[in-house]
């Protein structure tokens, strides 16, 4: 409703009411027009979810600090530490100023070890209440079980999709997006330590910890996933996958085909060597045959399926028949 709303004030801005060059409904440029206008409300509502997921990350500790990622020395954190003490002190700030406290020490206390800050930075708050861990290597094991249980869930949902048909348009470029992504976050991770240096992901998401960084590229995943399956189709009609088989497909049914064909004429064959001798048989089998054969020429296509039947029926029938016949004339 919005984007045609959109649409009808965007015809009386540049056509007027009354103009011969409006577009009318279910014409081609009508419909194309509507599908750019639905495209930059989706991909507006798409950017603002990301924007929304920056704006309300919670303060990291550089923040608490007023350190910037990066660049601080130890000096100023040492410096920051102890203004912030003394500003939210309890016994200065009163009980208000207590929570503030608690987390200037408990930032102080991480920023200020090197190991605990390296992790912080690859992973959040999360990956340093493993007790366990005691070396990079302990936590970078522990913080990597996120990494794998977000892309299998990614991997398991992305073949669900597309096993029940709905995500066939553009899984290409989203299978490229999730492998593309996932190169970079490990890329994030590994050099995380190696800040300050200029990265084109920190000047992409200036002031924003790696752990950040990733956040914001997994919804930013999230909200191309959802516009390449939603707005693609619109955009791109043509880019839609064929529904046609692959040469390669073709081979092998013709392959297949063929096989099928071959054991059918063994089998065949197989029945007709029970007849031999056995004239009168044949003769009757023969006379059924261009029975079954005029009335598949009529239209009656159903004797088709039947003719297997009906020849493995009067070939017993007949053998019975046959069979009783030497016993009594033996007899």
């Not at 507006?44 to 309300?56: A, C, E, F, K, P």
């Not at 608690?102 to 493993?130: Q, W």
């Not at 995943?221 to 043509?238: H, K, R, T």
Request: charged share 20%; aromatic share 10%; with cysteine.
């Amino acid at each position: 409703m919005a984007t045609r709303l959109l649409q009808a004030v965007y015809y009386s801005r540049r056509y007027g009411s009354n103009s011969p060059k409006l577009p009318h409904k279910g014409s081609a440029r009508y419909q194309r027009d509507f599908n750019w206008i639905l495209t930059i409300i989706v991909g507006l509502y798409l950017l603002s979810l990301v924007y929304d997921s920056v704006r309300t990350m919670k303060e990291n500790h550089y923040d608490t600090l007023g350190l910037k990622f990066g660049t601080f020395t130890q000096k100023q954190l040492k410096t920051n530490f102890r203004k912030a003490s003394l500003q939210y002190h309890p016994d200065k700030a009163g009980q208000a100023g207590a929570d503030m406290f608690v987390g200037i020490r408990a930032a102080h206390e991480i920023l200020v070890d090197p190991t605990l800050r390296l992790n912080y930075d690859r992973f959040g708050s999360t990956v340093l209440k493993c007790t366990a861990c005691k070396t990079n290597k302990d936590y970078l094991q522990e913080g990597l079980k996120a990494f794998y249980t977000f892309y299998a869930a990614a991997g398991i949902v992305f073949f669900l999709v597309n096993l029940v048909g709905k995500g066939n348009y553009g899984r290409y470029w989203r299978f490229i997006m999730l492998v593309g992504m996932g190169a970079i976050e490990m890329s994030l991770v590994l050099t995380a330590g190696n800040v300050g240096g200029g990265g084109w992901m920190e000047r992409l998401m200036p002031g924003l910890v790696p752990f950040e960084q990733i956040a914001v590229l997994h919804q930013l995943y999230i909200s191309a996933s959802v516009a390449v399956s939603q707005v693609g189709p619109l955009l791109f009609p043509e880019g839609k996958e064929k529904q046609e088989p692959s040469s390669e497909l073709i081979k092998r049914l013709q392959t297949l085909t063929e096989i099928a064909a071959a054991e059918t004429a063994v089998q065949v064959k197989s029945w007709m060597d029970t007849l031999v001798g056995q004239d009168e048989c044949i003769t009757q089998l023969r006379r059924e045959l261009g029975y079954m054969s005029l009335e598949m020429k009529l239209g009656d296509d159903s004797a088709f399926f039947n003719t297997r039947t009906a020849i493995k029926a009067r070939i017993e029938r007949q053998s019975k028949i046959h069979q009783k016949e030497r016993l009594a004339h033996i007899d």
